[in-house]
């Protein structure tokens, strides 16, 4: 797979696709390309996370916090873990062979430094994400006894 194949895949994703385009493909060059066997962990829970994952290419089973879920291409996986130090909530399982990259921290805070422009695409970003959690919740609130 090309560069310019996986800066869409990266282009794609929510969250990454706020970055601004050359740092987008900065980002895209410069993360860690890696490759998980079928049944191979990408990481465990309650592992400390120093960034993120982003599946290129197969699928991930994420087990350990509720009802297991599957992901693939173009899923973010520790997407907090690119801003601040975190654990991981779940268990990450190829369930086939995978191509990801991994996006460490310092790498963000680099490119958020060179790219200042990216900073309040991001912070729009969550800021709509809150306010959906926040409405999604009031819904949950007014279904409640009491």
Do not use: C, W
């Amino acid at each position: 797979m090309s560069l310019n194949s996986h800066v869409s895949v990266f282009q794609a994703n929510a969250l990454l696709g706020q970055f601004e385009p050359d740092a987008l493909r900065l980002l895209a060059f410069s993360s860690e390309p890696r490759t998980f066997k079928m049944g191979a962990t990408l990481f465990t829970l309650g592992e400390r996370s120093d960034g993120g994952l982003l599946i290129i290419m197969g699928s991930v089973t994420l087990s350990g916090a509720g009802p297991d879920e599957v992901v693939g291409e173009g899923a973010l996986l520790g997407e907090a873990a690119l801003f601040t130090e975190t654990l991981r909530p779940v268990t990450a399982t190829a369930r086939e062979n995978v191509t990801a990259h991994r996006i460490p921290r310092h790498l963000v805070k680099r490119i958020l430094a060179e790219y200042p422009g990216t900073a309040p695409q991001l912070k729009a970003y969550f800021a709509n994400r809150l306010s959906g959690m926040r409405t999604a919740l009031q819904r949950v609130d007014a279904l409640l006894p009491g």
